[in-house]
């Protein structure tokens, strides 16, 4: 047994493998004790079997323990007192969620617990949530990366990471070095930010960012410059058409208006047709 992923609930020790479809769960009393009676005392360790080899853990309260397993399966595990016997005796239950054709996890780092509810990147490329939606018996489990869902799909999120960080979703995709932020208050998708992240970290209330391709470590979303560079950035405007496509339009003036530092030169371009197909005028702002 290789130990690939640990979670407490309870202060119980959950020890899953990704070469083994079997759980160990410690007593909560003592992290390296493993055993347990028969019938199985509250408290005890405890050995749970499942029928594929795990991806990875997370509890989104305190009376129950997600497990993920391969592409699409996800089981809940609670500890329920036996029928028929005394208020201290207790047996682990697993039960499946039932969740849609490769809606698993990708891996334990792509797991995170978001106040009530778990998120995850599922193996179709989608950001799900599993909270509890409203007149319905069970917890759900809803893609909220629609509206971005092109950006998933495009997406490499190998070594990837999830972090919460004041109301904001964090997910990055390493090898694209981009990260996609979704602000949890407002429920709406920022636009991804290029940068060159694997794992990202919490220290005094701040974010920071490892990098994915040298040995050095960043304070994210500080000052006004990319680590004394300047920040490379795009503003998409959509097509205006006047509510008519076939009608045709003229103009020979143009408004630009934007907040500038002094020593910052923007080029602006003006597409016309789709992707600038009959033609494209550029300009710079200085």
Not at 185 to 206: N, V
Request: net charge neutral.
């Amino acid at each position: 047994f290789i130990n690939h992923f640990v979670k407490v609930l309870n202060n119980q020790v959950f020890l899953g493998s990704q070469n083994s479809r079997t759980i160990f769960v410690s007593k909560d009393t003592s992290y390296t004790d493993f055993t347990f009676a028969s019938p199985r005392i509250t408290g005890e360790g405890a050995l749970i079997r499942l029928d594929d080899t795990p991806i990875g853990f997370e509890s989104p309260d305190n009376e129950k323990m997600l497990i993920f397993l391969g592409k699409d399966r996800i089981y809940h595990v609670t500890f329920e007192v036996s029928p028929g016997s005394t208020a201290d005796r207790e047996v682990p239950r697993v039960k499946p969620l039932f969740v849609s054709a490769g809606q698993g996890a990708i891996s334990q780092e792509l797991i995170a617990k978001i106040k009530q509810a778990v998120v995850w990147v599922s193996n179709n490329k989608e950001l799900v949530e599993l909270g509890q939606v409203e007149n319905l018996p069970g917890p759900q489990a809803v893609s909220i990366s629609d509206p971005i869902k092109p950006d998933f799909l495009d997406a490499n999120f190998t070594n990837g990471e999830i972090e919460f960080w004041r109301n904001n979703i964090l997910i990055t995709a390493p090898p694209d070095s981009k990260v996609f932020i979704y602000d949890l208050s407002k429920r709406f998708w920022q636009p991804p930010q290029t940068l060159g992240m694997r794992r990202l970290s919490q220290f005094d209330g701040l974010l920071y960012g490892h990098s994915n391709s040298i040995a050095e470590t960043y304070k994210l979303f500080t000052g006004l410059n990319d680590n004394t560079n300047p920040i490379a950035s795009k503003a998409h405007f959509a097509y205006v058409n006047n509510g008519r496509r076939d009608a045709l339009k003229n103009f020979n003036r143009y408004f630009t208006e934007v907040f500038l530092a002094s020593n910052t030169k923007l080029d602006v371009s003006i597409l016309f047709e789709w992707m600038g197909a009959k033609s494209i005028q550029t300009y710079q702002l200085d």
